[in-house]
């Protein structure tokens, strides 16, 4: 009998903006998500991936055994084996030989279980997170700066605003839903202001006021010369000043010894002096202003010193501890917050509190009981995440155990990396998916339970926590981290303090450690104990909460520092002199363009998870090169083309982007392909393992390349019966592919520098399947094939560029036909339907609309996102392709309007 559906209440799992979604449940499968409409991040809100979740779902290419040196074994096998293993190289090369690289993905739980048993009880310091590479420098800002990694806003801020600063953001693609709010509000209140400041024109800059095209890297002076500025236009709040912090002097003369006019901040910055200045003047004239920044700041050798540049210009303006003001870092991953709060960086021990923190070393072991352990606690900070793999390099640390990251392909200096975990001689992955780039390193490799499955707490950008909460049995023998992590210690012989029976029992002891011996005076800021306590059915019921969380404040915490009283030793928020620094990645004649790396919007990270979504691939099939079309235009390259990036530590090829959003001389690549999905695509192939000296955040946004035209002799299209896609698959030998997920077969892109005598014997030999029909141009090289067995398409193959593609949709169909019907199978090679429209590449997501359909309704009349919107139902469900319709938009009207004047003429 059919059960009923059922609704359950979870946490997104992708972004940091952290949005409750309801998931419905029918008959053992989440059947459908949407967003919560009383979470406070999102008030029902979702972007295009948190709608896509329940399409990301399902047994097929999960992780579901453990393995151990490639061989299928049992769990008992797998975690004697973790335990054996980790203790024979401790015992051998001694505690600080095992490391363990985490990630701002792993739930609260999963993260205070692994800190505890690295840090406590192995006795290594070396245990740091990917978020080192995310928000280490955002962190290191604020500590500098209030003394405690503490995010004094709240997502309402950015709403109460008077003027938004985006600075290294963009938030239409990377924060959606807060981006949503954002542009909501400013319509509520035209006098809000919005600025963005990034050296690319992204589809955030659509609701901005002011956009300044900064050249990469040159933050600093931008706000070092807007103290200056505020300072010579009398805009400093000497009473905050005064009374808040201390600093200023020194902050200030800095300033102006580097940035002390406008038109030498305009210099440097490259922008427009007037522009710049309207940017000072709206700032210091503003009480209620957000700088909200991400990695546009923080990925950089510079990082630190940007974020308090950032910071310096809020305290001097008192802009800060104020309903719609304060310097706002915004995390990337759903639980980065959560990872900093139970200390999962090197330099950090536990509950917020360092190896500086007076008396804490003592505290955290008292806490933990392990006072009378050899090794102790350590006593100074481990390895930060480049110097870590510089350390298994080294053939220093030889035993790493992987948790929800994939340094493969998100580290620095891929390449480098890749030899460290070859040469390592222990590697313990735990992941949910069955192929990434990782795995292949991996000694033993541990299947864990995902989204859905999980039970737990993640803490979003404005320090919010919230449930995720497991709805479904994880697939195959997979499981939860914590519990993997609990049998392994018990294994070590430490299993009484990892005696836990359910993650409440986690977050129970994290949230008193978090109040152990904390007076309350506001040193250690991170304080949760008043949600000690709970038991198993409070924590269940867990409605989102915004740390600290404690008796006087039991409700939680929406803003701080509204007393002016901050973490440091003496209450007084810092100001920092700020040198400003270029990137350590020098340009050259032979790496002359400055590369710059990032998301798209569609995709999360690795794709691990989004590219299980077909409609999730569309938006951008393939890793691309966006650059200037002067750029393009030097080095032979048309738009749509094939190209080549060179760096100093590798190599990336990708499809051409012309585009007049890129600064001339700087380069865009997305940072989400691997070897998984693409011949040769990691972004991180080409950045250098420079990093902060405070932070140890890597310069991800300021590489150094050459770029030049692949030299092909064809390209082709391939589309396979998921049957035929083989790990194997011969045509990954041509020199550049890349692999497309469809949601009934996959797509190759394919090119080559070697022409191919015969077309049709390649082929047969690629699939194994001959061609049953075909049509070619010797003349231009086309060619137009299809191989059928039986009635059933097995394979379709277009020779030619793919500008040349008829729309997917309708052949991808085809894979689905049991016995293709005879009209079908005559229109194959034309791959439509006969007098079907081509509705071209795919803008919104959400309901599958394309660009040609939109430029078909622009052309009959839409002027506006809402008739094309009211027509095609394109941007109505997420919004995320509002700005790009709104491009269209802009780029169509004259020539739809030149084609009504010309009809209107006619008539
Ligand atoms: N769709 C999607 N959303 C995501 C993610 C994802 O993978 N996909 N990942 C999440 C994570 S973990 C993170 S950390 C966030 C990141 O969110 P963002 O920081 O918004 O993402 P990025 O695209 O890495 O970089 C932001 C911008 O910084 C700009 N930039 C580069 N150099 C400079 C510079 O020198 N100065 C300034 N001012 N700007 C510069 C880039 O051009 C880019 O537009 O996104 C989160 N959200
Ligand atoms: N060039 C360049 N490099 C970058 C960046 C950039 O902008 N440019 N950005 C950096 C930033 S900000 C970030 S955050 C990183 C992100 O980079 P990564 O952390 O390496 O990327 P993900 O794909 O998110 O990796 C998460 C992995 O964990 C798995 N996983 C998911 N959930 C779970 C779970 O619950 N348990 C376990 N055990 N596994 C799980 C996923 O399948 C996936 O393989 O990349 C960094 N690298
Ligand atoms: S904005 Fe972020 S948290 Fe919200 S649905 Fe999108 S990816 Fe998930
Ligand atoms: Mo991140």
């Known amino acids: 009998m059919p059960q009923a559906n059922r609704l359950a209440r979870t946490t997104c799992p992708y972004c940091g903006v952290g949005c409750g979604v309801t ?94 048993l690295f840090k406590g009880f192995l006795g290594t310091p070396h245990l740091d997170t990917n978020s080192r590479l995310c928000m280490a420098s955002a962190v290191a800002g604020y500590k500098r700066a209030f003394g405690a990694d503490a995010v004094p806003c709240s997502y309402e801020d950015l709403e109460e605003a008077e003027l938004v600063v985006l600075v290294g ?11 949503q709010r954002l542009k909501v509000a400013k319509e509520r209140n035209p006098l809000m202001r919005v600025v963005v400041i990034d050296p690319r024109v992204t589809d955030t800059c659509e609701i901005a006021d002011l956009y300044l095209g900064i050249r990469p890297g040159s933050d600093a002076y931008l706000f070092n010369g807007l103290l200056a500025w505020m300072a010579d236009h009398q805009r400093l709040d000497s009473v905050y000043l005064e009374r808040h912090t201390e600093g200023l002097d020194d902050a200030l003369s800095t300033a102006r010894h580097n940035a002390d006019s406008v038109e030498v901040v305009a210099r440097e910055c490259d922008v427009d002096a007037e522009r710049l200045e309207t940017f000072y003047y709206w700032f210091a004239s503003q009480l209620h202003v957000v700088t909200l920044y991400s990695q546009g700041v923080n990925q950089s050798s510079s990082g630190t010193d940007k974020c308090n540049a950032i910071i310096n210009c809020h305290l001097a303006g008192g802009k800060i501890g104020l309903p719609g003001a304060g310097p706002f870092s915004i995390t990337g991953q759903p639980n980065a917050m959560g990872g900093r709060e139970v200390g999962g960086l090197a330099n950090q021990l536990a509950a917020h509190m360092d190896y500086h923190t007076p008396g804490a070393r003592e505290l955290v072991s008292r806490f933990w009981t392990t006072q009378h352990l050899t090794p102790a606690l350590p006593d100074a900070p481990g390895y930060k995440a ?22 493969a392909v998100s580290m620095p200096d891929g390449e480098k990396v890749r030899r460290a975990l070859a040469k390592c001689p222990l590697v313990i992955v735990s992941e949910c998916v069955a192929n990434t780039d990782l795995l292949p390193f991996a000694d033993i490799v541990l299947p864990a339970s995902g989204w859905s499955e999980k039970d737990g707490t ?22 939860h981290d914590w519990w993997i992590l609990c049998e392994v210690a018990k294994r070590l012989g430490v299993g009484e303090a990892f005696d836990y029976t359910h993650p409440w029992e986690i977050f129970d002891e994290h949230a008193r450690l978090s109040g152990y011996e904390n007076s309350g005076d506001t040193q250690r800021l991170f304080n949760i104990s008043g949600l000690a306590g709970l038991g198993q ?86 890793p691309f090169i966006e650059l200037h079309p002067d750029d393009a235009a030097q080095a032979g390259l048309t738009d749509q083309g094939l190209a080549k990036l060179t ?26 392909w691997t070897d998984c999905f693409t011949k040769q695509g990691r972004s991180g192939a080409l950045i250098k393992g420079y990093t902060d000296p405070l932070s140890g955040q890597p310069e991800a946004k300021q590489g150094a390349v050459a770029v030049s035209k692949l030299p092909i002799a064809w390209q082709a299209t391939l589309l396979l019966a998921n049957e035929l896609d083989m790990q194997t698959s011969p045509w990954r030998r041509s020199d550049y592919w890349a692999r497309i997920p469809m949601a009934s077969c996959t797509r190759w892109q394919l090119a080559d520098s070697q022409p191919v005598a015969d077309w049709l014997a390649q082929v047969e ?15 231009t090289g086309r060619l137009r094939a299809a191989g059928v067995v039986k009635g059933r398409l097995r394979w379709w193959l277009m020779v030619g560029p793919p500008d040349e593609l008829p729309g997917l949709a309708w052949l991808e169909a085809r894979f689905n036909d049991a016995t293709l019907e005879t009209p079908h199978r005559r229109r194959l090679l034309a791959g439509c339907d006969d007098g079907a429209v081509d509705t071209g590449p795919v803008v919104c997501s959400c309901h599958q609309v394309g660009k040609a359909s939109i430029v078909k309704a622009i052309h009959s009349g839409d002027t506006s996102v809402e008739a094309l919107g009211a027509r095609l139902a394109c941007g109505t469900q997420c919004g995320s392709c509002l700005p790009e319709l709104k491009a ?16 209107t003429e006619v008539a």
């Open 386 to 407: 480049v110097e870590l793999f510089d350390a298994i390099e080294r053939g220093e640390i030889t035993a790493l155990w992987v948790m929800a990251t994939n340094p």
């Open 537 to 622: 059915a409070a924590y269940d019921a867990l409605a989102p909460i915004q740390w600290p969380v404690t008796q006087q404040a039991s409700r939680g915490t929406a803003r701080l520092f509204e007393d002016g009283r901050f973490a440091t030793a003496n209450g007084r928020a810092k100001l920092l002199p700020i040198t400003p620094r270029p990137p350590e990645q020098p340009l050259s004649d032979d790496y002359p363009l400055r590369l710059n790396t990032g998301r798209v919007r569609d995709q999360w990270h690795t794709m691990t998870r989004t590219a299980r979504a077909p409609r999730l691939m569309n938006h951008r099939a393939e």
């Open 458 to 479: 993640v803490t979003n950008s404005e320090r919010r926590i919230s449930r995720q909460r497991g709805m479904l049995p994880p697939p195959g023998e997979a499981k």
């Open 23 to 116: 998931a419905t449940l029918e008959n053992g499968q989440l059947i459908a998500v949407e967003g919560d409409r009383e979470h406070p991040a999102n008030y029902g809100r979702l972007c295009v991936k948190g709608t896509a979740l329940h399409e990301t779902l399902g047994e097929q290419g999960r992780l579901l055994k453990p393995r151990v040196d490639g061989e299928e074994v049992s769990w008992e096998q797998a975690l004697t084996a973790t335990a054996e293993r980790l203790q024979a190289q401790r015992s051998a090369h001694g505690p600080q030989s095992v490391a363990a690289y985490l990630s701002g993905q792993l739930l609260t739980e999963d993260y205070y279980v692994a800190n505890k």
């Open 888 to 903: 269209i938009l802009e780029e169509e009207r004259p020539h739809a309007r030149a084609k009504q004047t010309a009809n």
């Open 169 to 179: 953001s963009n938030l239409a693609w990377n924060h959606p839903v807060l981006y």
């Open 647 to 672: 760096a100093a530590a590798g190599e990336y090829c990708g499809r051409v982007r012309v585009s007049n959003a890129q600064r001339q001389g700087e380069v865009f690549v997305p940072m989400h």
């Open 765 to 779: 030999a690629w699939c194994g399947v001959s061609a049953s029909l075909w049509c070619d141009d010797p003349a």
